[in-house]
């Protein structure tokens, strides 16, 4: 169970982490941007290396705005700790890397954001890490990919691009008979969707470049010591539970305890990949994070109206959301999500693949790229853009059908949106009656 | 460090090096439901700043094995058990909260095994409401949740943190929601014998308050270090968990004490 702050999460996210300072009252947080921080003496700059006293050295290892967003972000989801990085990319990285060596293993969803896969499946590899994918929530293949030298599971709490929701609760109930940590890229489920370290999650990380930011204006990552994992126990740890000789043999577990992975990427990660935010990102993230659950209600009212408007209209064959029933992990979805399983969408239209770059080029007010989670409608047709090279089989393997659109429903006024969708939707009919 | 007493397994935190018996010991007693980790940022420093340092799981917390004491008198008893197990004879001797109670026991017990005392965020009696024991024996976590809005001030309740990325609360939470909380708690309530305790004491001392506790509220505090004629520190802006909240000016209130008990003892034993 993870609880960091007593205040409601509204408070939080406009509080936690920061009271103003002393100097002069600066209601917002402060821009930190510095790359250093002058030592009081000698001592005191030996037991800061020393991990005798917190505070800060240099901005790669930690920085006083990046540490009031970190701050944040933790008491938002309810972790013990949280690392600030560069991306969403690096967070999950750095995670990769601080608990796994050469040798080890990973057992992942088959359903993840693409350059995930592509760190796990090659990058990771190079290194002497090896995954096996399977079917999260297939209970059977997710236990028979279990090995002696597994890590993780790894999954997203929202998979990407069947957005299928990943059964935590059942994850953790095997991964923890196995001693292992169930890490989740909760970045389609922003904090207060979902309570996903109560759900079954060791581990949190998010793209906060999405919904977390919201306003598409910095790249940013993040992750969450979960704080609720017991390292030793599960015997498959020695970076965390044994000495570390580049600090005087520390031994993470034995010392912090709930947050001893927090530290240990502190310590290490920061330190010699150095993958870390600038502090006018992390300024830029904060003001993101203010208006995060008000902007999360109106993303899922639009989300919930669009999904409704598209099954009504005629040149839509198929819409995909986790609140609907035809999605396979609808029950779950709705057990995580009482409140609605987030703002990304897809359909297909008529026309097939020409139908969907038609429907795209035709929309005037939502943008085509290759991002989610801004506050702006965000629509990509994976068909013609990022998978336009594969075949059709390819794309059925990939999980993508040639007509599907994905949709990062944003917050503008609903009708609106509909419009737009509207006109996209008659180009589509034109390409499919030209077609016939 | 492990080690046996009384036919159990303890862990004993050495601040990240090698626990030297040669060196001055000082000692650090968690409270209730807590463990070494409340002293993480204290520890350290004294180990490599020339002490030897001690900062035992009681039985049955965190890391050590065993039941847990049931009354201040055992955990007194335990301490000089564990100190005997150590080959200790004296230390400087630090004491969160509960973990003053049991410092003023193994004082009554061995009056020179403490080479000062030193009570941080604590009382010589906590009474604890009867309904908080019960909600601690029926959820641990629970429990831990009320004193957890108690115990620590307002900057850690707004998410502020001495550790850049930290949040206290949540580590606290983990800690004091799989520790026998209830027992602790029943141990405090029965004990009244630290009034007399505190007359006995013969070192010197120091107490280190909070302005803002509301689980030791400061006005007990300041009675004890007034009867004991004990150094006073008294940090304003904090609450009950001190050593966590404001890890740094614990320390320094600590280094600055008992390198002056260390200078007057090295004075006197020159002159
Ligand atoms: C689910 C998911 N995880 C991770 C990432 C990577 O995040 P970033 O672009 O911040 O590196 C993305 C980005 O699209 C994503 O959608």
């Excluded at chain 2, 009867?130 to 998410?159: N, V």
């Amino acid at each position: 169970m993870g609880r960091s702050s007593y205040y409601h999460p509204d408070t939080m996210a406009l509080h936690s982490g920061y009271v103003p300072e002393s100097d002069y009252g600066s209601r917002a947080v402060p821009i930190y941007q510095t790359t250093s921080y002058v030592f009081d003496s000698v001592d005191d700059a030996s037991s800061l290396f020393n991990v005798e006293q917190g505070g800060h050295i240099y901005s790669r290892i930690s920085n006083p705005t990046v540490a009031v967003l970190e701050q944040r972000l933790a008491a938002l989801e309810g972790g013990s700790g949280a690392i600030c990085t560069a991306s969403g990319m690096s967070a999950l990285f750095t995670t990769f890397i601080t608990l796994c060596s050469a040798g080890d293993h990973i057992v992942s969803s088959g359903q993840i954001y693409g350059s995930t896969a592509t760190l796990l499946r090659h990058t990771l590899k190079r290194l002497g890490i090896e995954t096996t994918f399977v079917s999260i929530n297939d209970q059977g293949a997710l236990e028979g990919a279990i090995r002696a030298n597994t890590k993780m599971v790894f999954c997203e709490s929202i998979g990407n691009p069947g957005l299928e929701v990943a059964n935590l609760p059942q994850i953790n109930s095997i991964a923890s008979q196995y001693g292992l940590p169930v890490v989740v890229d909760a970045t389609f489920a922003p904090p207060g969707l979902c309570n996903t370290i109560e759900s079954g999650a060791n581990v949190v990380v998010h793209s906060a470049t999405k919904w977390i930011g919201g306003h598409g204006a910095a790249v940013g990552g993040v992750v969450i010591d979960g704080g609720n994992f017991d390292w030793e126990a599960s015997g498959r740890f020695p970076e965390l539970t044994e000495p570390y000789e580049p600090f005087h043999g520390i031994k993470f577990w034995e010392e912090f305890g709930p947050n001893a992975l927090a530290m240990k990427i502190r310590a290490e990660s920061m330190r010699d990949i150095g993958a870390c935010m600038s502090p006018n990102n992390a300024f830029l993230l904060l003001q993101g994070i203010e208006t995060l659950n008000m902007r999360m209600k109106q993303h899922i009212a639009n989300t919930k109206d669009m999904v409704q408007w598209l099954q009504s209209q005629e040149q839509v064959t198929w819409v995909n959301h986790p609140d609907l029933p035809s999605n396979p992990s609808n029950v779950i979805a709705r057990e995580l999500f009482p409140n609605g399983a987030g703002s990304m969408l897809c359909f297909g239209v008529v026309g097939g693949r020409a139908g969907g770059g038609a429907f795209i080029d035709s929309l005037k007010l939502a943008s085509n790229l290759a991002n989610v989670g801004d506050s702006r409608t965000l629509v990509l047709h994976p068909g013609s853009t990022t998978h336009s090279r594969l075949t059709h089989d390819a794309m059925v393997a990939a999980g993508i059908s040639e007509d599907l659109i994905r949709v990062s429903v944003g917050i503008e006024g609903i009708k609106d949106i509909q419009a737009d969708f509207a006109n996209g939707l008659r180009a589509a009919q034109h390409v499919a009656e030209s077609q016939s | 460090m492990k080690l046996m007493v009384n036919g159990y397994e303890a862990h004993v935190a050495t601040g990240g090096k090698k626990f030297e018996k040669n060196l001055p010991t000082v000692l650090f007693l968690h409270g209730s439901g807590l463990d070494h980790r409340s002293w993480a940022l204290q520890t350290r420093w004294f180990a490599y700043n020339g002490f030897g340092v001690l900062a035992p799981d009681f039985p049955g917390h965190s890391l050590s094995k065993g039941a847990p004491c049931v009354t201040i008198e055992d955990s007194g008893k335990w301490l000089a058990d564990f100190l005997d197990a150590m080959g200790v004879r004296e230390a400087h001797v630090v004491g969160h909260s509960q973990g003053f109670l049991s410092a003023l026991e193994l004082s009554k017990l061995r009056p020179t095994a403490l080479k000062s005392l030193i009570g941080v965020g604590t009382a010589a009696a906590i009474p604890v409401n009867p309904m908080l024991i019960e909600t601690a024996g029926r959820s641990p976590m629970k429990a831990a949740d009320l004193m957890l809005q108690w115990g620590f001030g307002h900057q850690t309740q707004m998410g502020v943190s001495a550790t850049p990325g930290m949040q206290p609360i949540a580590i606290g939470r983990q800690i004091m929601g799989n520790n026998p909380l209830a027992i602790d708690l029943q141990c405090c309530a029965d004990y009244w014998g630290g009034v007399d305790a505190v007359g006995l004491v013969t070192a010197p001392s120091a107490m280190i308050l909070a302005g803002q506790d509301k689980m030791t509220p400061i006005k007990a505090g300041l009675a004890i270090a007034d009867h004991l004629q004990a150094k006073l520190v008294v940090l304003k802006d904090y609450g009950h968990m001190l050593p966590i909240e404001a890890p740094k000016q614990v320390l320094v209130a600590l280094r600055e004490f008992i390198l002056s008990v260390e200078k007057q003892i090295g004075a006197s034993s020159s002159s």
